[in-house]
Structures are given as C-alpha cells and as structure tokens.
C-alpha cells in the first residue's frame, strides 16, 4: 500500500506571494489532517477533513485554507506569505480521523523569502 | 487551552542507558495520548497510544508509557536504548468527545552513543 505522498517537496516563495501544497493521503483514508512543524514550536495542528468536509481547525489565521476533494487528497493554501510562515508542512492520514493512527507523508518544506 | 510540556529537548545517552522522557499536559478530562518517533530523514511515526484502560501502555521496539492520571502525565521509557533509537520524539494528546485537534509537544532529541 502507497504511504502518504505530498507535493512539492520543497518550495521556496516570497514574501506576499500564495502557495498551494497537495497531499494524497493512503487509498483508503478518508480523514486528512495538515500540521505546521518547527524548530523550537514542535507540530502544531492546522485544520482536519473527512469526506471533504474540515471538521475541526486549529488556531491559524484565515490565510491558512484548505480543502478536500471526493477522492479524498487534499491541499492547503496560504496566501500573502510572510516569513514566519517558513515551516515543513505535514499531512498525515487515517482511516477514520485522529482517533485512529495517524500515518505521516514526508512533509512539504516551505522557505519564504 | 490545552498544552503539551516535553521538559527535555536533548537528550544524550549511552548504549544500554534506561531512557525516561517527560511529558505533562494540561487538559483536565479524559484524553487520548500518544508517542511518536521521527528517525533521522523518515516520516513521523506512533510509537504508542493510550486510549483507556491499563495505564501501561507498551509500543513498538521495546518502548513502553505510563499514563499517571494524578500528574497529567504520559512519560516514555525503555529500559535498554540502542543506538538505532537515535531520533526525534514527541508527545501528542487528543482531548476526548469525538475529532478534535491533536496538541503536540515541541520534541525531544535524542542521540544514543555507541
């Protein structure tokens, strides 16, 4: 069985631009949930979707979005980047949502400029 | 809100040491809890979890936690590390009440010396 892929895996943006990670979570799963990782601040929970719908959010500005298509990949956006927003994007998927393991993907490293 | 303390962010050991890694939250009801382990260029991967009964909880590669109700706390232990246990570790907790957000803690390092 495929693990959990995203995409890009590195992306380098500037300051004010808008950036789209995608994630593909294991056949099967239907629960996607995205963390922002870093140094110092640990995993920090952005928001989770199951059939498409977000059903619970962290405490993240609105410029941090997200969405889950009917095939059950998912993307995340974040519009007017600011530098702080330098991070490695985590997805991580499960069968029936947090309850159940969670299976990581390798992550998306984000460097704003 | 909720909050997860890892009180150590490196720790260094020998082959063979025992290893006890802290971890305390905050939440006063019923949680869920969780380890997970990132070696060096993997994903990140549980450990363990605790969602109720025996609050001896053991993992996989000989890991193991207790859940201490009393003291908000879920601490890690192996008896015997091995070099290969050389990875990042952290605790996660899920308040209960159905899918709500996971809290992470900020991470232990830990670098197991031959």
């Known amino acids: 069985k495929a693990g959990v892929t995203q995409t890009p895996r590195y992306l380098i943006k500037t300051r004010g631009q808008q950036v789209t990670l995608s994630c593909s979570p294991i056949s099967g799963h239907r629960s996607v949930s995205w963390y922002q990782q870093t140094p110092g601040q640990g995993l920090q929970f952005l928001f989770e979707y199951f059939s498409e719908t977000q059903r619970n959010k962290g405490n993240f500005p609105g410029r941090f979005s997200g969405r889950q298509f009917s095939n059950s990949r998912s993307e995340m956006n974040v519009s007017t980047l600011e530098l702080g927003d330098s991070a490695l994007y985590l997805c991580a998927s499960s069968s029936g949502g947090v309850l159940y393991e969670q299976y990581f993907g390798p992550g998306t490293r984000l460097t704003v400029t | 809100a909720q909050s997860v303390s890892q009180h150590n962010h490196h720790v260094i050991l020998s082959e063979a040491a025992s290893l006890e890694l802290g971890c305390n939250y905050s939440?006063?009801?019923?949680?869920?809890l969780f380890w997970y382990v990132q070696y060096p260029g993997q994903h990140l991967q549980l450990l363990l979890k605790?969602?109720?009964?025996?609050?001896l909880v053991k993992g996989i590669k000989g890991f193991e936690a207790e859940f201490i109700k009393s003291k908000f706390s879920f601490n890690l232990r192996k008896p015997s590390v091995q070099w290969s246990d050389t990875a990042e570790y952290f605790c996660a907790v899920l308040n209960s009440g159905g899918y709500q957000k996971v809290t992470f803690g900020t991470g232990t390092k830990l670098q197991v010396i031959p």
């Open positions: 605790y969602f109720s009964g025996d609050p």
């Open positions: 939440y006063g009801g019923t949680v869920n």
